[in-house]
């Protein structure tokens, strides 16, 4: 029972709040899968040192009907575990390949932009993704070297060679290759170099802390200099406030992201905010 659920806050519509929370099941998965009720929204990375649009990161989201929103903290680990991971991949793609193919000419004077997509750990040695993925950039115009796959660290280290043999792949047919939430996990360096990374992203728990810690500046630092020196693009993750921005632009960090630049937003939302990037 919900003792902050008065009856003003219900009748205002802010949902069933005396139900317990909806805990999604596969079958459920499968029906928002079939029923389209999966959509896709776009987080735009920005060069540090300018400010520009540089990409955007798809970030998928459930519109369910009863139940409202969902975050994909609550389904993506289930859509592993059900085998359903694949089909969310392939259907942000096919969400969002076309409109990027369009939304790259239509703003084309804002330069060469990427799109970001996150895969799971669980797709790794999946051949027929790969093909799958070839065809639909293909279909859309789209060249895959303007679409950047991002992997966690925990992901590409729980399972090196399955990772080299995807990543690999992926490399070959020409797509760039993120490694994501950096630093959490325990890789060595031989791994990461190993690995056909593109990009470094630095996870959001040293970047929240930057601007009260030391200690977390420390290591924001240290991967900016090995990714530089790895000749790899680092990206800081969840920049929520302009002291960091600017310790960022300072050592030389390549990219940001965060709510102090831009929420993940819906299409309509983010075809406003690059009308104003072009104004
Ligand atoms: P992630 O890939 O590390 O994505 C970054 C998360 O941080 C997103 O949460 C984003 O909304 C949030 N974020 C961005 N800027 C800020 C900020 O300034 N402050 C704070 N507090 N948060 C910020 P989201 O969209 O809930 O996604 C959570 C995770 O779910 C993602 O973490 C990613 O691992 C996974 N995910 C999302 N979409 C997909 C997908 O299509 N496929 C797969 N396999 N995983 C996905
Ligand atoms: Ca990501
Ligand atoms: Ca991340
Ligand atoms: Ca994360």
Redesign the pocket.
């Known amino acids: 029972f919900d003792t902050n659920a008065t009856p003003s806050k219900m009748a205002l519509g802010f949902g069933p709040a005396h139900l317990p929370a909806f805990k999604p099941a596969a079958p459920d998965l499968q029906a928002a899968l079939d029923q389209k009720h999966l959509f896709v929204v776009y987080?735009p990375k920005i060069h540090c040192a300018t400010g520009r649009v540089s990409g955007l990161?798809?970030?998928?989201r459930w519109q369910h009907p009863d139940h409202g929103l969902i975050?994909?903290?609550r389904f993506?680990c289930l859509a592993e575990e059900a085998g359903l991971?694949d089909s969310?991949?392939l259907a942000?793609l096919h969400d969002a390949l076309p409109w990027f193919a369009q939304l790259s000419t239509d703003y084309g004077g804002l330069g060469e932009l990427t799109l970001s997509?996150?895969?799971?750990a669980r797709s790794l040695g999946r051949p027929e993704l790969i093909d799958a993925i070839v065809n639909l950039c293909a279909r859309s115009g789209v060249s895959p070297s303007r679409l950047i796959f991002?992997l966690?660290e925990t992901a590409a280290m729980d399972e090196p060679v399955a990772a080299l043999t995807l990543l690999t792949r992926l490399r070959v047919h020409g797509f760039m290759l993120s490694l994501?939430?950096f630093g959490t996990g325990y890789s060595s360096m031989l791994q990461l170099v190993r690995l056909p990374f593109s990009e470094i992203k630095i996870d959001?728990s040293f970047v929240?802390s930057a601007a009260t810690s030391q200690e977390s500046r420390a290591v924001i630092r240290c991967i900016t200099d090995l990714g530089r020196s790895l000749g790899m693009k680092t990206t800081a993750?969840?920049?929520?406030d302009a002291a960091t921005h600017a310790y960022l632009q300072e050592i030389g960090c390549d990219l940001a992201?965060?709510?102090?630049f831009a929420?993940?937003m819906t299409r309509q939302l983010l075809t406003n905010w690059m009308d104003q990037q072009l104004a």
């Open positions: 987080q990161e798809a970030l998928v975050t994909p903290d993506i991971i969310i991949t942000v997509i996150n895969i799971s991002e966690t994501d939430d959001r929240a993750e969840g920049v929520e992201q965060g709510y102090l929420r993940p």
